[in-house]
């Protein structure tokens, strides 16, 4: 029984995925932590996430059609297997929830200000929602236009910044903690490189599997051209400064100022974040019902759209009583927290399939 | 049905626009500089901010300078008082009509008992608060700050427009340095780099009152420490490379007093750590044109050109040996020379950060000029030689 028919090409996983890694990390760029070696700890997730798909690949190609609750159900049979995939589903619906209270605690933060969260939240799932009971084609083809502008305006606003770039700001080079620079590549690895997981649900859906490991890859080379370039920006632009703002991307925006015409472009960047948070959003909230529904084996997973998007809004609210608390939790909780889901589950998984020599006739789906 | 909900998206779009935070532009008072000063006895953070009246500002040729239409005038000052910078600032708020919006302001200007008490506590809210700018320059005033606010400048409408003008005119001289807000900060945030700001006073009386840059303050980590003059401001600038364009006044026996006018000007820092000795060397090289000779013998005969190299060289040694000479009676390292220490010697480094303010003053400096005088203007030949 197949509870999506819709088929996206190898085009448009490739986008899609890119736009998920862009999600919220286009704001909160990955490997602040590191200061102004953060570019090392870029390429070091970016490394770190090339090894994790590669075992989701050889996990979802040894069960190729499937994806990882039908496969967890046939590695560990039906009840440990849906508890497995329960497990599993509540860390995409608390990741979908967490991109959620990025969202509005940017747009409070730096644009409106006396506006509730709920309202901003409401606006957003509503969207999420229509985009998801559309199925994962359209959400698909947003993606193709969405990266391509955002890829675009990221350019853009590089050059703009470039004169404002101090080029000794990146000196001295090594000079970080090493447990620093790893730590912040495990940040950096964590998220958003390892939330690819995700797409364990979403493979199948790939008309053509061969391409799949080339694509991915590709959109992880481009995810990570990228994040360079925002860290190089906003290293260059802010030097020590990046350390004192919650969104320094944001901030090295707000910097531009081309002969006193082309100023206040910081606001690109903030629609930057808010596409590609709806991008990953949708893509976790589809994830998450698609996953519910085969678990309980429902005929369709479209009448749990709406509660789960607004659950997830609403979980969005109450995941941190400040913003503070969710930044704390990003720096030293959220490394930690998902390597169940995102190594340790998968790769246990591919492990016992081995082990098991599952699937037992070969590959029937193909 | 389908176009029902096509109206219902578009009415939200339109009605819902900008949500509880719509400001309606009608309903705003733009502030265009802030004034901030601290009471030592009482504890109190006094603010003081200029408020435009935008109908008053587009009737440019009504006469009057600061005044617009039926007289009005096109700026008004509000004085507030709080424990902290952002109480002051809904207090002023609260003595018009209107909300006062922060994100068109020009100016941040200190006042005495702020650069006392230490200006990072009063900076904070302008880099926490979503509206102020980073592109704001920061000022610290001579003298009364109520006069800066309340001049009357005779081009623009307000002092705040006057005062970005001369940040904006500071290359021509490059005996100023503007900062704006993001490079002070980065400064403050600096161990061993002392920041500097430029200073503003009110100079003459009554109708003949102006507004001038008088030098430039120099803050040890949040403190004010002590004030350059202009002269010793453009020797900083040659040091880190800042100068853009600039005029000097050679005065020889021969040529008279001659004009030279920098037309482009670059350094090169290098510093050295030898043992204990910590040795800089800067490289400055300047371009020059030749705008005015009032003497009679001719200086752009070749040789004698060269010869005149060598002298504008030592000339512009001299500026850069007074700042050196300041900024190590301050124990201010106005030059970023900690910068320059830490990027090369990343592991020394950190035994010199801590005592950096006793290393400084004993940094020995080599300093090579090299300017090069390229054109000679439009004439073969001065004109006293006639």
Same mark, same amino acid.
């Given at each position: 029984?197949?509870?999506?028919?819709?088929?996206?090409?190898?085009?448009?996983?490739?986008?899609?995925?890119?736009?998920?890694?862009?999600?919220?990390?286009?704001?909160?760029?990955?490997?602040?932590?590191?200061?102004?070696?953060?570019?090392?700890?870029?390429?070091?997730?970016?490394?770190?996430?090339?090894?994790?798909?590669?075992?989701?690949?050889?996990?979802?190609?040894?069960?190729?059609?499937?994806?990882?609750?039908?496969?967890?159900?046939?590695?560990?049979?039906?009840?440990?297997?849906?508890?497995?995939?329960?497990?599993?589903?509540?860390?995409?619906?608390?990741?979908?929830?967490?991109?959620?209270?990025?969202?509005?605690?940017?747009?409070?933060?730096?644009?409106?200000?006396?506006?509730?969260?709920?309202?901003?939240?409401?606006?957003?799932?509503?969207?999420?929602?229509?985009?998801?009971?559309?199925?994962?084609?359209?959400?698909?083809?947003?993606?193709?236009?969405?990266?391509?502008?955002?890829?675009?305006?990221?350019?853009?606003?590089?050059?703009?910044?470039?004169?404002?770039?101090?080029?000794?700001?990146?000196?001295?080079?090594?000079?970080?903690?090493?447990?620093?620079?790893?730590?912040?590549?495990?940040?950096?690895?964590?998220?958003?490189?390892?939330?690819?997981?995700?797409?364990?649900?979403?493979?199948?859906?790939?008309?053509?599997?061969?391409?799949?490991?080339?694509?991915?890859?590709?959109?992880?080379?481009?995810?990570?051209?990228?994040?360079?370039?925002?860290?190089?920006?906003?290293?260059?632009?802010?030097?020590?400064?990046?350390?004192?703002?919650?969104?320094?991307?944001?901030?090295?925006?707000?910097?531009?100022?081309?002969?006193?015409?082309?100023?206040?472009?910081?606001?690109?960047?903030?629609?930057?974040?808010?596409?590609?948070?709806?991008?990953?959003?949708?893509?976790?909230?589809?994830?998450?019902?698609?996953?519910?529904?085969?678990?309980?084996?429902?005929?369709?997973?479209?009448?749990?759209?709406?509660?789960?998007?607004?659950?997830?809004?609403?979980?969005?609210?109450?995941?941190?009583?400040?913003?503070?608390?969710?930044?704390?939790?990003?720096?030293?909780?959220?490394?930690?927290?998902?390597?169940?889901?995102?190594?340790?589950?998968?790769?246990?998984?591919?492990?016992?399939?081995?082990?098991?020599?599952?699937?037992?006739?070969?590959?029937?789906?193909? | 049905?389908?176009?029902?909900?096509?109206?219902?998206?578009?009415?939200?779009?339109?009605?819902?626009?900008?949500?509880?935070?719509?400001?309606?532009?009608?309903?705003?008072?733009?502030?265009?500089?802030?004034?901030?000063?601290?009471?030592?006895?009482?504890?109190? /953070?006094?603010?003081?901010?200029? /408020?435009?009246?935008?109908?008053?500002?587009?009737?440019?040729?009504?006469?009057?300078?600061?005044?617009?239409?039926?007289?009005?005038?096109?700026?008004?000052?509000?004085?507030?008082?709080?424990?902290?910078?952002?109480?002051?600032?809904?207090?002023?708020?609260?003595?018009?009509?209107?909300?006062?919006?922060?994100?068109?302001?020009?100016?941040?200007?200190?006042?005495?008992?702020?650069?006392?008490?230490?200006?990072?506590?009063?900076?904070?809210?302008? /880099?926490?608060?979503?509206?102020?700018?980073?592109?704001?320059?920061?000022?610290?005033?001579?003298?009364?700050?109520?006069?800066?606010?309340?001049?009357?400048?005779?081009?623009?409408?307000?002092?705040?427009?006057?005062?970005?003008?001369?940040?904006?005119?500071?290359?021509?001289?490059?005996?100023?340095?503007? /900062?704006?807000?993001?490079?002070?900060?980065?400064?403050?945030?600096?161990?061993?780099?002392?920041?500097?700001?430029?200073?503003?006073?009110?100079?003459?009386?009554?109708?003949?009152?102006?507004?001038?840059?008088?030098?430039?303050?120099?803050?040890?980590?949040?403190?004010?420490?002590?004030?350059?003059?202009?002269?010793?401001?453009?020797?900083?600038?040659?040091?880190?490379?800042?100068?853009?364009?600039?005029?000097?006044?050679?005065?020889?026996?021969?040529?008279?007093?001659?004009?030279?006018?920098?037309?482009?000007?670059?350094?090169?820092?290098?510093?050295?750590?030898?043992?204990?000795?910590?040795?800089?060397?800067?490289?400055?090289?300047?371009?020059?044109?030749?705008?005015?000779?009032?003497?009679?013998?001719?200086?752009?005969?070749?040789?004698?050109?060269?010869?005149?190299?060598?002298?504008?060289?030592?000339?512009?040694?001299?500026?850069?040996?007074?700042?050196?000479?300041?900024?190590?009676?301050?124990?201010?390292?106005?030059?970023?020379?900690?910068?320059?220490?830490?990027?090369?010697?990343?592991?020394?480094?950190?035994?010199?950060?801590?005592?950096?303010?006793?290393?400084?003053?004993?940094?020995?400096?080599?300093?090579?000029?090299?300017?090069?005088?390229?054109?000679?203007?439009?004439?073969?030949?001065?004109?006293?030689?006639?």
């Amino acid at each position: 029984m197949k509870l999506e028919k819709g088929k996206i090409d190898g085009r448009q996983l490739m986008t899609l995925m890119a736009g998920f890694l862009f999600g919220s990390a286009v704001l909160i760029y990955p490997g602040q932590w590191a200061g102004n070696e953060s570019w090392i700890a870029i390429w070091g997730g970016f490394v770190e996430g090339c090894i994790l798909l590669l075992v989701y690949i050889a996990l979802m190609s040894r069960f190729p059609g499937k994806n990882f609750v039908e496969i967890v159900k046939e590695v560990y049979g039906r009840f440990l297997g849906n508890l497995v995939a329960l497990f599993f589903l509540a860390y995409l619906f608390h990741l979908g929830s967490l991109v959620g209270t990025n969202y509005h605690d940017f747009i409070k933060l730096t644009m409106l200000v006396q506006t509730p969260s709920s309202v901003i939240l409401l606006f957003n799932s509503l969207v999420i929602v229509y985009a998801v009971r559309k199925g994962i084609e359209v959400i698909a083809r947003c993606s193709e236009g969405m990266v391509v502008l955002l890829c675009v305006f990221y350019v853009i606003i590089f050059l703009m910044s470039c004169s404002q770039i101090e080029w000794t700001n990146f000196l001295p080079f090594f000079s970080a903690p090493l447990a620093k620079v790893l730590w912040a590549t495990q940040m950096t690895g964590s998220f958003p490189y390892g939330e690819v997981v995700a797409f364990l649900m979403i493979f199948p859906a790939v008309n053509n599997l061969k391409e799949i490991q080339k694509r991915s890859l590709k959109a992880l080379l481009l995810a990570t051209l990228i994040f360079s370039i925002g860290s190089v920006q906003t290293i260059g632009v802010l030097g020590d400064t990046a350390r004192l703002y919650v969104y320094p991307g944001f901030q090295s925006g707000r910097l531009i100022n081309i002969a006193n015409v082309f100023t206040r472009l910081e606001i690109v960047i903030g629609v930057n974040f808010l596409l590609m948070g709806f991008l990953k959003m949708s893509v976790l909230l589809y994830t998450t019902v698609l996953g519910i529904a085969q678990v309980f084996n429902l005929k369709s997973y479209k009448p749990l759209v709406l509660p789960v998007g607004f659950l997830m809004g609403l979980a969005a609210l109450i995941n941190f009583s400040t913003v503070s608390e969710n930044i704390e939790f990003n720096n030293l909780v959220y490394p930690i927290y998902v390597l169940p889901f995102q190594l340790i589950i998968p790769l246990i998984t591919l492990v016992v399939a081995l082990v098991r020599k599952l699937p037992r006739n070969g590959g029937d789906s193909i | 049905m389908r176009k029902g909900w096509m109206v219902l998206a578009v009415l939200v779009c339109l009605l819902a626009g900008g949500c509880w935070d719509r400001q309606e532009l009608d309903e705003l008072a733009l502030a265009f500089a802030a004034g901030l000063d601290y009471d030592m006895e009482q504890k109190q /953070v006094k603010l003081i901010t200029q /408020v435009i009246r935008p109908g008053q500002m587009k009737s440019a040729e009504s006469g009057g300078g600061s005044t617009g239409q039926g007289g009005q005038k096109a700026s008004f000052i509000l004085e507030s008082q709080g424990k902290t910078v952002f109480e002051a600032v809904r207090k002023a708020s609260f003595q018009i009509s209107r909300r006062v919006n922060w994100t068109h302001n020009m100016v941040i200007i200190f006042g005495k008992g702020a650069v006392k008490a230490g200006v990072d506590k009063f900076l904070d809210f302008f /880099v926490r608060d979503p509206e102020p700018r980073p592109h704001q320059h920061i000022l610290v005033a001579d003298g009364r700050m109520e006069e800066i606010f309340k001049f009357r400048p005779n081009l623009e409408k307000a002092s705040a427009q006057t005062l970005e003008g001369m940040m904006k005119n500071a290359v021509m001289t490059s005996e100023i340095y503007p /900062v704006t807000l993001q490079e002070f900060v980065n400064d403050l945030m600096s161990y061993s780099k002392a920041a500097t700001a430029p200073v503003v006073a009110v100079i003459g009386e009554g109708k003949d009152q102006k507004l001038q840059l008088v030098g430039t303050a120099v803050f040890k980590r949040e403190k004010c420490v002590g004030k350059i003059d202009p002269k010793e401001t453009r020797g900083m600038l040659w040091v880190i490379g800042k100068v853009k364009s600039g005029i000097f006044s050679v005065p020889s026996k021969d040529y008279g007093e001659v004009g030279i006018e920098i037309i482009q000007a670059s350094s090169k820092i290098q510093p050295k750590l030898d043992g204990k000795e910590l040795t800089v060397r800067v490289d400055v090289k300047a371009i020059c044109n030749i705008g005015e000779q009032q003497g009679g013998e001719d200086v752009s005969k070749p040789e004698k050109l060269f010869r005149f190299q060598k002298k504008l060289e030592s000339e512009i040694k001299k500026e850069i040996e007074k700042a050196i000479k300041r900024s190590r009676e301050m124990k201010a390292d106005i030059f970023g020379i900690g910068e320059a220490f830490h990027r090369k010697y990343p592991k020394q480094w950190k035994s010199l950060e801590p005592e950096w303010e006793q290393h400084f003053p004993k940094v020995k400096f080599s300093l090579n000029v090299k300017a090069k005088l390229e054109l000679i203007g439009e004439s073969l030949r001065p004109l006293h030689a006639y």
